[in-house]
């Protein structure tokens, strides 16, 4: 269980293709009002949020644009590892209606995993996406 009292900095990876077009409002309103994914952060504390893509299909980039943010925040700010989260998108973690779920889901959570940082899945959850999944239409 991640510790969210203690984070003090999230970092939301939205999809390369999708950010396109998104221009990621429905994220960060989900952030200010805690809803969706960001609703287990403590409402009471203050949180900076970083938004960033992947880089791109396969997501190899976020391991280079993370890793030079430690040591960017670190240098700058004294932040730690140890106080940054990674939140993935709905966009990549979820079927909606931009698409399935990013086919390397499991290779962008390696990169993270291997850089020592916690990560988190979902930012929005549209009521319309959670009806298609009770209807069968989306499948996560």
């Known amino acids: 269980m991640i510790d969210l009292a203690a984070k003090r900095y999230i970092v939301l990876v939205q999809c390369h293709i999708v950010k396109e077009r998104c221009p990621g409002y429905l ?4 952030f200010h009002e805690r809803t969706g994914g960001f ?3 403590p409402k009471d504390q203050t949180h900076r949020m970083l938004s960033m893509t ?5 997501g190899r980039a976020l391991h280079r644009k993370l890793t030079l943010l430690l040591r960017t925040i670190g240098k700058k700010e ?3 590892k140890e106080q940054i989260v990674v939140q993935l ?3 990549i973690t979820n079927d909606n209606f931009h698409a399935p779920p990013c086919p390397h889901l499991d290779y962008l959570r390696t990169l993270i995993a291997r850089i020592g940082l ?3 899945d979902a930012s929005v959850i549209s009521a319309t996406a959670e009806k298609r999944r009770r209807e069968g239409r989306y499948h996560s």
């Not at 992947?54 to 396969?58: A, R, V, Y």
Request: proline share 5%; charged share 15%.
């Open 27 to 30: 994220c960060e309103k989900a």
């Open 39 to 41: 609703a287990p952060y």
């Open 54 to 58: 992947c880089g791109g299909c396969c």
């Open 78 to 80: 004294g932040i730690t």
């Open 89 to 91: 998108s709905s966009c």
């Open 118 to 120: 916690d990560v988190l």
